[in-house]
């Protein structure tokens, strides 16, 4: 058999024609019988990460598969509740645990919790913290301490999520876009960062920042400032802020945050990480 037909990968045309049968079965009256191979079908390939709920282009384009967003409420509309046992734990859930994790070179310590239809890419390390369903996190990342991933936010490579950093996410609306960290960016102590925002990669977060599609982000590193929102540039250094905005009852600031500064382009990122939090003496 040809590897491609009439251009397209084979590949690509399966993932066309699952995306074709998710979305009958969305779409279908809920008195059918549901398509639920297909929908197993889904969840399990996202589960092993040969389908993601958002991909990068080589321009660097982000695109969301809302479909696959469908694919995971089928689920949780076809999944009985059922009782997990792992060891002394116990959990009355639609989702079982992700299995297997030992052959996929993931290391998961207790009591962190990794859901069925999240991929781990291997080398990835996750301390007593949670990943959701649909998440993708990428090779050389860590989940530090009580950090969570939230339903398919798209974590990258040799990123660092401190101790309680809070990732959102996304189901509904099916193609809503959801929190994207790309790779090599160093996220904060006590971050939260929800509503779709991308952190550019290497942008490094100090503790505390809290990203929303309505924070202004505020590069004031040259003479006049300028506003981003939803969207931390590359190699951004990024702390917490306050500006002000006038209300009926006075001005009150209110929270922002802050480019302070950018990280040097460099071969070993850890190198240039350390550099950068001693320079802009930035709190992690």
């Known amino acids: 058999m040809s590897p491609t037909d009439r251009g397209r990968p084979l590949a690509d045309l399966a993932a066309a024609a699952l995306a074709a049968r998710i979305d009958a079965a969305w779409q279908a009256d809920p008195s059918a019988p549901p398509d639920r191979a297909a929908v197993d079908e889904a969840l399990a390939r996202l589960d092993e990460g040969s389908l993601r709920v958002a991909t990068r282009a080589d321009d660097g384009q982000w695109t969301v598969h809302g479909w696959l967003h469908r694919a995971i409420l089928l689920y949780f509309r076809l999944a009985p509740m059922q009782v997990h046992e792992v060891g002394p734990y116990q959990f009355h859930d639609k989702i079982p645990l992700k299995r297997d994790l030992a052959a996929q070179g993931v290391r998961l310590v207790p009591p962190g919790h990794v859901r069925y239809g999240a991929h781990l890419e291997r080398g990835c390390v996750v301390m007593p913290g949670y990943v959701n369903i649909g998440a993708w996190v990428g090779a050389g990342t860590m989940v530090d301490t009580w950090a969570t991933v939230g339903s398919c936010a798209q974590i990258g490579r040799n990123v660092h999520l401190s101790g309680g950093v809070g990732i959102g996410g996304v189901l509904e609306p099916p193609g809503a876009s959801p929190v994207i960290v790309e790779d090599g960016a160093f996220i904060g102590s006590r971050c939260i960062v929800v509503e779709g925002v991308r952190v550019g990669e290497e942008a490094v977060l100090g503790a505390n920042v809290v990203l929303t599609a309505s924070t202004h982000i505020i590069d004031v590193t040259g003479p006049q400032e300028v506003v981003h929102r ?6 951004a250094v990024v702390i917490p802020g306050t500006r ?40 992690v």
């Open 244 to 283: 002000g905005k006038r209300f009926p009852a006075g001005e009150y600031g209110v929270p922002c945050a802050l480019i302070i500064g950018h990280r040097q382009a460099a071969t070993d990122r850890k190198t240039s990480l350390n550099q950068v939090l001693r320079e802009f003496a930035v709190a």
């Open 230 to 235: 939803g969207l931390v540039p590359p190699r």
